[in-house]
């Protein structure tokens, strides 16, 4: 499994037993479908084989990536110049290779952030992103990928989990950049009425609460970042989880 900048590649396994744990609490009968607005590359998302998923990403070339691996017509490239990754940087065309060069290519997995190909390594991006991905193919034949904005969905009787972009994040991207985070917990809260949502986040508002955490880390600039990253219900939600005995 190829990494994705911001992604959940080291505790996905981890979240989504939690998230179907809580499921089982506040809606024993019922395995909802999963919706994942912020999909990236399905680290969560792939353990839930047992129902459909709705994924979804503002990254159209990352969408296209996703769509041909499913149908497994993606060409795997061995290898990727830095001519060819200006070339797709600069191109205007979306595509499946031009998401898969943004991705591998790059440097701490930025999106076209900076050509890492040419560093002095053993480590081979390609084959393990190639690896990755032809491994990813069955976990995803019950995903819909799509490409939107969260704030065009409108979720109802669904398990939702979202991984945005953290509070204070320094990822130099453009779907990282400029997030309105007030507005994202506003729709959270109007979501949360009526589905089981859960947010992955360092930190929240309030009125939402923290249902299970780890150590996780993130590298951005030659930096290490070290945090704890939190699995977010709102309040109404938790109180509900802790009369039916969940223990956080």
Not at 15 to 36: G, R
Not at 130 to 154: A, M, T, W
Not at 176 to 203: A, G, P, Y
Request: proline share 3%.
């Amino acid at each position: 499994m190829t990494s994705y900048n911001g992604g959940k590649k080291r505790l996905g396994t981890r979240l989504a037993q939690q998230i179907k744990i809580i499921e089982h609490y506040l809606s024993p009968y019922k395995k909802s479908e999963l919706i994942e607005p912020f999909c990236g590359m399905c680290s969560v998302s792939k353990h839930f084989s047992d129902r459909s998923v709705y994924a979804s990403d503002l990254n159209l070339d990352l969408i296209h990536l996703l769509r041909e691996v499913q149908s497994s017509q993606f060409y795997y490239p061995t290898e990727i110049t830095q001519e060819d990754y200006i070339k797709q940087k600069i191109s205007l065309n979306h595509s499946s290779l031009r998401g898969f060069m943004g991705i591998v290519a790059s440097y701490n997995n930025v999106f076209f952030g900076q050509y890492r190909l040419g560093l002095k390594s053993d480590h081979n991006y390609i084959d393990e992103a190639n690896r990755g991905l032809k491994e990813l193919v069955p976990y995803i034949q019950n995903h819909i990928f799509n490409h939107c904005s969260y704030d065009e969905l409108n979720p109802s009787g669904k398990l939702v989990y979202c991984d945005p972009p953290y509070y204070g994040n320094k990822i130099k991207s453009e779907f990282f950049q400029n997030f309105d985070h007030n507005k994202f917990w506003d729709k959270m809260r109007e979501w949360s009425k009526n589905n089981i949502v859960l947010i992955s986040e360092s930190t929240a508002p309030t009125d939402f609460l923290s249902v299970y955490w780890a150590h996780s880390s993130n590298t951005s600039n030659g930096t290490t970042k070290k945090y704890i990253d939190n699995l977010y219900i709102h309040i109404d939600k938790y109180n509900e989880l802790k009369s039916l005995g969940y223990n956080t």
